[in-house]
């Protein structure tokens, strides 16, 4: 498993909230993760929607069923995810200000819940999903990149 930065630092690092694109990313076989890879060595706080598990999940069960990875590199990298000390937030504390993002936007409700918390935090978002990149410049929150 990977591991995390020191969580004991001198300076205090702005928390950053994670998608499931970047979570995918650390545990899956990709070529191009080496953004990914420097939130796993940095000492910010890491902020997700608790539906995240269940959407980098839900991506590399799709990787195993196009024979792209094992059934126990799965089991692995969830038991990795949920071990990283990711401050999980609950979906529907977000929801509200998830779904008038959503309408605003123009843009899945899901998506939305990382930029609720994002917006809530004050926080910036590393995904590399363009389209989230997108919808949160158009509401002012910083992309991590």
Not at 49 to 71: Q, S, Y
Not at 84 to 107: C, T
Not at 111 to 124: F, N
Request: proline share 4%; aromatic share 6%; hydrophobic share 50%.
């Amino acid at each position: 498993m990977r591991e995390r930065g020191s969580r004991y630092t001198s300076a205090i690092s702005e928390p950053i909230v994670v998608d499931a694109s970047i979570a995918f990313l650390w545990f899956a076989n990709e070529a191009d993760r080496s953004g990914a890879d420097a939130l796993l060595e940095s000492d910010s706080t890491l902020l997700a929607p608790d539906l995240m598990a269940v959407e980098a999940a839900n991506a590399w069960w799709k990787k195993l069923r196009r024979h792209e990875m094992e059934r126990a590199d799965v089991e692995q990298a969830i038991t990795n995810l949920l071990a990283l000390g990711i401050a999980w937030s609950p979906s529907a504390m977000l929801l509200p200000s998830a779904a008038r993002l959503a309408v605003e936007l123009g843009h899945p409700v899901y998506d939305c819940l990382y930029l609720a918390l994002a917006v809530s935090h004050a926080a910036p978002i590393a995904t590399a999903d363009k389209r989230l990149q997108q919808a949160a410049g158009r509401i002012g929150v910083r992309v991590k990149t």
